[in-house]
Every structure is written in structure tokens, then in C-alpha cells.
Nanobody, 116 residues
Framework: QVQLVESGGGLVQTGGSLRLSCATS????????MGWYRQAPGLQRELVASITRGGRTNYADSGKGRFTISKDGAENTVYLQMNSLKPGDTAVYYCGAGFSGTLDYWGQGTQVTVSS
């Protein structure tokens, strides 16, 4: 059974940093792709960053230059390092994973709040 558990969210001031973690119940090499999405109140869930089994990364324009997605196969964990955070980054962040081109499995989410 595939389970994803996010952690690392919290309250941070503008300009601060957070590192989100997503621990998986199976080897992350099993997945074709994993990614981080976020959803702010009243808005649709949107892509933040994704990474494929081969290590190819993709970022939303909003996070380019500030966010970095990475993975650790030994720990079966995917990370999202977020720097220079802004109030607009406030959202619930979700980790997703998939065996093909779509992300079919999701964690419960972790709240990130950036104060001004």
C-alpha cells in the first residue's frame, strides 16, 4: 500500500526558509515521478515542483530560483527546500507520486504559513 507522509510545514516570516519532507512507504525508485503541489484557500491545487525517477526536475514559475526539489533513495524521502518565502506561498503543501505520467497518490498535506 502506497502511503505518503509530509512534514516540515509551519509558520515563518517573509524571507525565511522551510524544508518539507515526504516520506514514502515504498521505494521512491518505484515511482515514475513525484511532486509537490500546493493549495491556498479558495484556489485550485497547483504544481510547485516535480522530479522524475531519472532526476529531471520541473518548477512552477512562482518557485523558480527559490525552491529546490530533491530526493534521497536511501531514506525514501523527497524534499522541497523553500527559500525567500513570501506571503503568497502560504498554502497547504501536498506530496504526490505516480507510477506513470500522473500523480495518483497523495499525502495528507502540511500547512505552510508565511507572515508579512
Amino acid at each position: 500500500q502506497v502511503q505518503l507522509v509530509e512534514s516540515g510545514g509551519g509558520l515563518v516570516q517573509t524571507g525565511g526558509s522551510l524544508r518539507l519532507s515526504c516520506a514514502t512507504s515504498i521505494s521512491i525508485s518505484s515511482f515514475f515521478a513525484m511532486g509537490w503541489y500546493r493549495q491556498a484557500p479558495g484556489l485550485q491545487r497547483e504544481l510547485v515542483a516535480s522530479i522524475t525517477r531519472g532526476g529531471r526536475t520541473n518548477y512552477a514559475d512562482s518557485g523558480k530560483g527559490r525552491f529546490t526539489i530533491s530526493k534521497d533513495g536511501a531514506e525514501n524521502t523527497v524534499y522541497l527546500q523553500m527559500n525567500s518565502l513570501k506571503p503568497g506561498d502560504t498554502a497547504v503543501y501536498y506530496c504526490g507520486a505516480g507510477f506513470s505520467g500522473t500523480l495518483d497518490y497523495w499525502g495528507q498535506g502540511t500547512q505552510v504559513t508565511v507572515s508579512s
